[in-house]
């Protein structure tokens, strides 16, 4: 069973270019949420999406967009990029009802992240 | 801001037990509480949750006290490859979805 994939891995960036970050999720998950971390801090939500809507967004500009597709696969899209969104973007997936109604005891599992260079 | 206080760093010695506090003492009544740990530059990675029960699996057990207000990991035998960033986070339901909110977590350093 395989477990939450992001792509790329890794991706150098320069100012003012935009960028598309992938996330698949764990099978039988049906929301992502998606994470920034900078250098020696702990990962701040972005957003979150179920059933292919934005459901919940942190404290981040509009030029943080999303998408989830019928399949449950996720993207993070960023324009006009800054030298300050270099960081680890982390794609988490859980499933939102868990076959008994919405509960918060639903465990988000993370995957290994895309490391971004903004140059 | 995240709604949990934990102590910046904590060193423990092999094959002791590591035991990590949590202070969230504005914690309501449908927020669970959740323990993350992230090895460097890996994504986190899930350890154990409660609401108000002790817990207990197979990497780790969960002490919550009975007013919900502080909790506590327990590694039993703590090795060199637990040394992590050690994450401590209360999350429930609220209109929208789950929100997680990170705080900047215990760095817990295993030495031989």
């Known amino acids: 069973d395989a477990g939450v994939t992001q792509s790329p891995t890794h991706l150098i960036k320069t100012r003012g270019q935009q960028v598309t970050l992938r996330c698949s999720p764990k099978?039988?998950?049906?929301?992502v949420s998606w994470y920034q971390q900078a250098l020696g801090q702990g990962p701040q939500f972005i957003f979150q999406y179920y059933e292919e809507e934005e459901r919940q967004r942190g404290n981040f500009p509009d030029r943080f967009s999303g998408h989830q597709y019928p399949n449950y696969s996720s993207e993070l899209n960023v324009n006009a990029l800054l030298l300050g969104d270099s960081a680890l973007y982390l794609c988490a997936s859980s499933l939102e009802f868990g076959g008994q109604g919405r509960s918060a005891k639903n465990i988000q599992y993370f995957g290994a992240g895309t490391r971004l260079s903004v140059l | 801001d995240a709604k949990t206080t934990q102590p910046p760093s904590m060193d423990c010695a092999e094959g002791r037990a590591a035991n990590l506090p949590c202070n969230h003492s504005t914690i309501s009544g449908n927020e669970y509480v959740y323990w993350y740990r992230q090895i460097h530059s890996q994504g986190p990675q899930y350890i154990i949750h409660g609401l108000k029960n002790n817990e207990t699996n197979e990497m780790a057990s969960l002490i919550i006290t009975e007013d919900r207000k502080s909790s506590t990991l327990i590694l039993p035998h703590a090795t060199l490859r637990d040394t992590a960033v050690y994450y401590c986070?209360?999350?429930?339901?609220?209109?929208?979805?789950?929100?997680?909110?990170f705080g900047a977590g215990t760095r817990l350093f295993v030495k031989a």
């Open positions: 099978s039988g998950h049906d929301t």
């Open positions: 986070i209360v999350r429930g339901l609220n209109t929208g979805g789950f929100k997680t909110i």
